[in-house]
């Protein structure tokens, strides 16, 4: 199961049309409604402590999603465990819009790490950085930004999935929220935690693996922004090092130790050099921890700067930050949310540099109306052998892994490779009208 936030509540099916003038008199009528007095009494706990509710609204596939953070664990366990009209929880499992602009140009996803949680990782002090501080970025301020949450317990024997499993699910939530051709040709930057950055990396394997799966995401239009991962655990030696001091850390008991070497050894050691051999490597960049924190007897650093980098790319050092501060900031004046700040702004840029050519084609996509004008000229082949499909020869791949081609009737299709597309020359093919769909980059090209 999903670990259960110790500080936030989540409400989902709320209307549109619920009222919008104070969001705290919203969310306190609607708690109180279910306990009146048991509430009166919790709010004005809050009142005389001089600390309230972090309370917010962020529209999600065409409803509400409500998000209560509490100033602590004791007020948020004083909180109803339900409410009339409502789906309230406190595990964050899945996708959860924190923020929606009207018109959002660049979407961010944040992933937890092992045994954590898609709120508790990101919030210090009752204050969400992702929810509370991006929306105002100055570069980032028209954004969607969302977390992903799922079940990274160890503990959890019910459970069986690992970073595989973590990683296609990630992919299938992400694109089917990236539904409209203006959503998927949106930027999209994955902010990961410690080993949630290893789910998110074996995530753009995946999908350049599986693409046709995830219709809602190209590689062109992805970035990530490792905080404090372990990339670089070369030998089995160095795992086990890095898995102790994080088992001792997170509480883990011996007897899960097994476990948390299955799921992470092997597989991530492979999918470092996977991640290395992609066609497209999406923009990335990587931080590292300079503060130690104490593991059983001693302090030490979690993840070092080798072990953050990530082929080749040196990691950056974040000031004054351990293992669990470097993804969480009581302020959006700390040294540490302006940097990454600034790493985003940058992987952004790099992103539209990428797609700055020719329009992609996604076949997947709604139509625009260009793409339904009754006199969109076709390509008139000539002399094809219809017993025939053509060699692999004649498609060429561009920056991709490869081509494919498939006809119906009268129709030859032509699907890209997975980057800047395919390209093919079309020699003595008669009598059929073809239709390129490109890559996920700049599309295909066809010679006559």
């Avoid at 999903?2 to 969310?27: F, I, M, Q």
Wanted: contains cysteine.
């Amino acid at each position: 199961m999903s670990t259960h936030s110790s500080c936030a509540v989540r409400a989902r099916g709320v209307r549109n049309d619920a009222p919008k003038g104070s969001l705290e008199d919203y969310v306190r009528v609607a708690y109180e409604s279910h306990n009146r007095w048991r509430h009166l009494r919790f709010f004005s706990t809050c009142l005389s402590v001089g600390k309230y509710p972090s309370i917010s609204f962020a529209s999600q596939f065409g409803r509400q999603v409500g998000i209560v953070i509490f100033p602590s664990q004791g007020m948020k366990n004083g909180a109803p465990k339900s409410c009339p009209g409502w789906d309230l929880d406190d595990t964050f499992d899945g996708l959860t819009f924190v923020h929606t602009a009207p018109k959002p140009e660049i979407d961010i996803c944040v992933v937890h790490g092992l045994n954590g949680n898609a709120v508790d990782t990101w919030t210090r002090d009752g204050q969400m950085w992702p929810r509370d501080f991006l929306k105002s970025h100055p570069q980032l301020k028209p954004s969607r930004i969302m977390t992903y949450g799922y079940s990274s317990r160890i503990r959890d024997d019910r459970n069986i999935s690992g970073v595989a499993e973590w990683a296609s699910g990630l992919l299938a939530e992400v694109s089917a929220a990236r539904v409209t051709l203006e959503e998927r040709s949106r930027p999209i930057i994955f902010i990961c935690h410690s080993l949630g950055g290893l789910v998110a990396r074996e995530a753009m394997i995946e999908l350049n693996r599986e693409s046709k799966l995830y219709p809602g995401i190209s590689l062109k239009y992805c970035g990530l922004l490792f905080l404090a991962t372990p990339h670089s655990g070369v030998t089995l030696a160095d795992w086990s090092v890095y898995l102790v001091q994080l088992a001792e850390l997170t509480g883990i008991r011996a007897r899960d130790f097994t476990k948390m070497l299955e799921a992470f050894n092997y597989s991530s050691r492979a999918s470092k050099r996977d991640f290395g051999r992609l066609p497209y490597t999406p923009p990335h960049e990587c931080l590292y921890e300079t503060r130690k924190m104490r593991v059983g007897g001693s302090k030490k650093i979690i993840v070092s700067a080798d072990s953050a980098g990530l082929n080749g790319l040196a990691a950056q050092p974040m000031s004054n930050v351990d293992h669990k501060d470097i993804c969480r900031f009581p302020t959006d004046t700390h040294p540490g949310y302006l940097q990454i700040g600034a790493c985003l702004v940058r992987i952004q840029e790099q992103i539209q540099q990428a797609v700055a050519g020719p329009p992609c084609y996604f076949p997947h996509a709604l139509p625009t109306q260009q793409d339904q004008r009754a006199d969109k000229p076709d390509v008139t082949l000539s002399s094809l052998d219809t017993a025939r499909q053509p060699t692999p020869s004649g498609i060429r791949a561009g920056q991709g892994i490869g081509g494919s081609i498939s006809r119906s009737d009268n129709t030859i299709v032509i699907g890209g490779g997975r980057a800047t597309g395919a390209s093919m020359t079309l020699r003595d093919l008669q009598g059929f009208t073809g239709r390129v769909e490109g890559g996920t980059g700049h599309g295909a090209v066809i010679e006559i």
